[in-house]
């Protein structure tokens, strides 16, 4: 075994404390002179620390989240090839990178960084957020294959490596990039309309930040949320319906719902309005296939409802609605949703609707935006009810009292034209506005 010689933080500039962002050699791997070490990074500036001369890596004395500043132990090196890293050593690295290249080996030696100029620059490649103080989730790979993934621009922790223990070999990086290249996942950004990969931001800089998972739940409805967002064209059309008469009705039948043991709230009369609507515009109860050239056109009517559980997010489906009278309905929204809360839906339960309500009436809020829940073209947002001044007839003096419920409606503009989608919020309050409408 060779002379361990003691590598130290050079002159690094006016900086200190500076963040260890990656750990790029373990004990035991060869580098060359000028091989990189480690790569620190300040609020301005990353720069890497190569090796100043060829060895085999002793000792990893930092890692991935220390700080650092000049004149701290990175690593021990012992000199390569089994020839003791002492003045007699030829020297093994360029004047411009060993700086003391006669400094006698039992004596610590300073790398001269190599700083990057940047800003760090965003990799063409998504890069996976190391984990500070976790050096086993760092790629496992020698210092050779390290320079060529960042000569080619590759994410190292991006490519699974086929080596011996599952290191990453130069081929593994040649492969990973020529997929990137077959426009794979992870193909790089090729103009400024393309949206760049997620980043990692370093709130902690800012102050004390706490890190949670997302639950299952929230992790499965972002995926459904962002795909449909990306995929779906939206437009959304507001409207108001009068409800004072529904809502008049819908008391009157307080003490029927409290013998049946039912809450018959205004979602339950929506649902059949909404049913009423979709039979008279048939391509709001549709989905796109495939291909985005063929329409299918539902003949039946299952109506998913947003419900607001502790884990998140759920969309159980209330099926054939239309066959369905108010108070079963009201039953059965009733066990639905008490079973999305306690986190008892299946996934049949969240499957086949044509055609989505998401209520926050119970809330709040006067208008939002609803994300259509793909593959369906339409969603119907409910906000809470108020009751407002209205002038009945164009030629009323006076304003009237009336309870008035405000509908967004968010549509895929691919399928819904923004006139029918007029055309269907205005039938819709047409029906909400006359109980009747609702019975035949
Ligand atoms: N305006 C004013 N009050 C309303 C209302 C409205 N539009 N809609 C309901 N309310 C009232 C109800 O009458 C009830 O009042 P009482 O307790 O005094 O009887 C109260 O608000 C609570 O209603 P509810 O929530 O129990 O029942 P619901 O049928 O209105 O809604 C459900 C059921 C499951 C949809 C609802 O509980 C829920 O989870 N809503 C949130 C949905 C959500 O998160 N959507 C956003 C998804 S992101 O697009």
Redesign the pocket.
Known sequence: MGVETEVLVPDIGDFEDVEVIEVLVSAGDRVEAEDSLITIESDKASMEIPSPRAGVIGQIKVAVGDRVSEGMLIALLEAGDGAAASESAAPESTPETAPQPSAPAEQPIAAAPAPTPSPTPAPPVPAAAAKPGDSKGAPHAGPAVRRFARLLGADLAQVSGTGPKGRVLKDDVQNFVKQALAGGPAAPAENVLQVEPPRRFKFEKFGEIEVQELSKIQRVSARG?HRSWVTIPHVTQFDEAD?TELEEY?KSQKLESERRGV?L????FLMKAVVVALKEFPHFCSSLDETGEKLILKHYYHIG?????PNG?V?PVIREVDRKGLYEL?EE??S??ER??TGKLTPADMSGGCFS????????GTA?T??VNGPEVA?L??????RKPVYQNADDELPVPRLI??LSLSYDHRVIDGADAARFTTKLKGVLSDIRNLVL
């Open positions: 949320l409800i819908r809450k709230t205004a979602l339950v409802v947003a419900v607001d559980t997010l969309v009201a929204l009733g639905i949703s999305a809360r309500i998401s209520s926050l009436g119970g809330i709040g939002f609803p994300i969603i947002g409910v906000s809470r009810h108020a419920l405000p």
